[in-house]
């Protein structure tokens, strides 16, 4: 089991910056493949950014160009560098894991909320 703990989430203007952090605990070894999803007011959930372990990354559609996803293997955090930010990329962003990319993400942080205006 992984607990995931997301950070540097709040409020900023269009055109601005945020990095959001995903620290990781637990059984992190298994866990190769790391992601960002988010959720907006009354929209679905979408998958934002994944990072596998050989450090191979995908993006939406949404936020390629301006979106950044890493990773830090040996403090076990993933990192989201949004630049450019946009009024409609105001969600709960969510941190998630799993043994696969392909697979269903069963681990999940709490979120945490980016707000655009």
């Known amino acids: 089991h992984v607990q995931l703990v997301e950070s540097g989430g709040g409020s900023v203007e269009a055109g601005g910056s945020l990095r959001l952090s995903c620290a990781a605990t637990g059984d992190t070894y298994s866990r190769a493949c790391m992601a960002w999803f988010r959720q907006g007011p009354g929209k679905q959930r979408e998958r934002v950014a994944t990072i596998d372990t050989d450090g191979t990354t995908s993006y939406a559609d949404s936020v390629k160009d301006r979106f950044t996803i890493s990773r830090d293997r040996s403090a076990n955090t993933v990192y989201l560098q949004m630049d450019k930010l946009r009024p409609e990329d105001t969600a709960m962003y969510y941190c998630?894991?799993?043994?696969?990319?392909?697979?269903?993400?069963?681990?999940w942080g709490q979120g945490t909320q980016v707000t655009v205006s």
């Open positions: 998630a894991s799993e043994l696969a990319c392909a697979f269903e993400f069963g681990d």
